[in-house]
């Protein structure tokens, strides 16, 4: 069966950029140390009245405006994030509420960097049983607000920002014509053993606080270019599609030597993978849509292209997707 299409995207970014130098002189860093061990040159940082919610209302307003669509036909909002605005009520009701599209399904997933490609594969699958018929898709995080800015190897990694993605439930037509666009393949994994490696040290129903973002960063490296290596073969063989005919790979923005190495691994062109962790660092959900959009804005990613998102994350979570724009 053929899957969801895509028809816009939208981003969002903080207005406040936060370069290096501007880290180095607030903790012990360099801007050399970050730019050759991370890629990352700058972030952008949520200042007063700057939230999740209002990063994610303005992101999905601009994919809205790309696809060409109202936002009253929206009878499904996805927002995947780690920095709800509240523990509760899903930030997905927020933006509902902003855009007027009141009455149809509205929720967050929780999967952290791996976020949107776990609430892409749930808003297709809800789509393709017919639970709605257009959905949005956001990515949106302020990890600004949970980071241990004393703690220098976590605190110069993160940024704040939004994506967002229109999705159409697939059409009786597109089925079986391999080059339809939309949806090919989607493959998402969890391993719950490795929570140590990469977590918030804090949460309502263990300290009744919000907490710190805490990382073992060399042993996330190694898993994070496996896992994503193993993960995007799979999405492969299930589309029956060879890594020549990738167009472009639009990875989470981790870190620049991750990129490159999961590239080397599975013999990808460097100049078809999208990167954009030197102007927005990592933005956990929100770094795919965010540099697909980019991508798609600059006038690399066109109309008929096949496109390969991946990202992996707290948990760890991990996934791939293979898209026809
Ligand atoms: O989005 C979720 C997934 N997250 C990731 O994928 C992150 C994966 N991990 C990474 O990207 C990298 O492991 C880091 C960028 C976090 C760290 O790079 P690394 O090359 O693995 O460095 P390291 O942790 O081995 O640290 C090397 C040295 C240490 O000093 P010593 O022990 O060699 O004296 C650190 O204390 O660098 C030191 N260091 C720093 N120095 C200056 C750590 N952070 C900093 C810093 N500035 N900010």
Sequence with gaps: MSGSRLLGTGSALPRRIVTNAELASRVDTSDEWITARTGIRQRHIAGEGETTSTLAIAAARAALADAGVEASSIGLIVLATATPDNTFPATATKVQAALGCTGGIAFDVAAVCSGFLYAL?????????????????????TFSRILDWEDRTTCVL???????????????????DPQAPGIIATRLHADGTCHDLLYVDGGPSTTQSVGYVRMRGQEVFRHAVVNLADVLKEVLEEAKVSVDEIDWVVPHQANARILDATARKLGIAPEKVVMTVQDHANTSAASVPLALDVARRDGRIRAGDLVMLEAMGGGFTWGASLIRM
């Design 121 to 141: 594969g749930v808003a297709d699958s809800l789509l393709k049983t017919g639970m709605a018929r257009r959905a949005l898709v956001i990515g949106a995080e």
């Design 158 to 176: 993160f940024g704040d920002g939004a994506g967002a993605v229109v999705l159409e439930a697939p059409t009786a037509a597109a089925a079986g």
